[in-house]
């Protein structure tokens, strides 16, 4: 891929190395690994819990329950995805020595791909109509053909943003 | 014990993850995916049981549990495998003996939760928001919130002991 990295990220992490040097201090307060990852993992709980909940409802699960509401516990999922989207990015600049080992690292470029595909599937979601058609349904319903695809598809895209970011440091620039 | 713990990482079972390039991050990866099932359901519930999405019904949210139990077991046997894998470094760490006590507090918390879920879910009114009137004195809103909260707390606690196990650079007792 040689679109990425774009050169105005490149240039703009050196700047933030020359000026802050963040990377250094990251290397030296190991700690602060330690509550990124920590933020990072209960970010995506949050998130794969809350919209992994309403995705599972879609596919019949707990049909019981109303489709509506649980949409209400997507918010909570957003802000589980900011908080991996802060951290994530603290990981990078913090790890940024001149070139960057993300950047070379193929699970890194999968794992983007991974989550711009689902962000993708929440737009067609959104736009289809499907996400307002889906929010009516009561107890006892089935979600139609198309919102069981988007929800399935979800699920298997978070699974593997999370399947990749376990193999982003045994990659690396291995291939 | 030493000989014990040795013996489990040079087991045919520990060498076959440990020197396989994708077994042992793939087990990683399973029991990472097992994490946020089972810690995202439970947040899950216990935001409803804290207001969130109250037109959801309380005791309906129950059926979620046994995708919580999927998860768990896939991180106990994944879990298994990765001890036995690393015992003489897992096995000797305080930090896992906490994580797992931490876990089973947290196991336990959701068993009693999901049975005060179900408790009263033949109400014939519909009426299941915690602390409605005429409620049986077993189901009071403080008690299932409190073990709302107990669940944030106790999965969260179990995750960050699951990450500290990784650094030894705070061990300052050895």
Not at chain 1, 56 to 66: T, V
Not at chain 2, 24 to 40: D, E, K, R, T
Not at chain 2, 126 to 133: H, M
Not at chain 2, 136 to 143: G, I, L
């Amino acid at each position: 891929m040689d679109l990425f990295p774009p050169t105005w990220l490149v240039s703009g992490l050196e700047w933030v190395q020359a000026t802050t040097n963040f990377p250094e201090f990251v290397n030296q307060n190991g700690w602060i690994w330690v509550v990124g990852e920590t933020l990072h993992f209960m970010g995506l709980s949050l998130l794969m819990g809350t919209i992994g909940a309403f995705d599972l409802r879609m596919l019949g699960m707990a049909k019981s329950l109303p489709i509506g509401p649980l949409q209400r516990l997507v918010p909570w999922g957003l802000a589980g995805f900011v908080l991996c989207l802060l951290t994530g990015v603290m990981f990078i600049v913090g790890n940024f020595w001149g070139s960057n080992a993300y950047f070379n690292n193929i699970a890194f470029k999968w794992k983007m791909a991974a989550i711009l595909l689902a962000g993708i599937n929440v737009l067609m979601f959104e736009v289809t109509g499907m996400g307002r058609a889906v929010a009516v349904l009561g107890p006892g319903a089935s979600a139609p053909v198309g919102a069981k695809v988007v929800a399935g598809t979800s699920l298997l895209l978070w699974v593997a943003v999370i399947v990749c970011g376990r193999f982003l440091p045994i990659l690396g620039d291995a291939f | 014990m030493e000989q014990f713990l040795v013996w489990l990482e040079e087991s045919r079972l520990s060498a076959a993850i440990a020197g396989s390039l994708f077994m042992y991050p793939g087990i990683l990866a399973a029991h990472g995916v097992g994490m946020a099932v089972v810690v995202g359901l439970n947040v899950a519930v216990s935001l409803r049981v804290l207001g969130v999405a109250r037109m959801l019904p309380l005791a309906a949210m129950a059926q979620f549990y046994p995708m919580m139990w999927a998860g768990l077991w896939v991180n106990v046997a994944t879990g298994v495998l990765l001890a036995m894998a690393g015992a003489t470094r897992v096995l000797v760490d305080p930090v896992f003996f906490l994580k797992m006590a931490v876990v089973a507090l947290a196991v336990l918390n959701m068993r009693r939760l999901k049975r005060e879920l179900l408790r009263d879910s033949g109400r014939p009114d519909g009426s299941e928001l915690p602390g409605a009137p005429g409620d049986s004195p077993t189901w009071s809103k403080r008690s299932i919130s409190v073990m709302a909260v107990a669940s944030i707390v106790l999965w969260g606690g179990a995750i960050t002991l699951g990450r500290l196990m990784a650094y030894s650079f705070y061990r300052f007792w050895q």
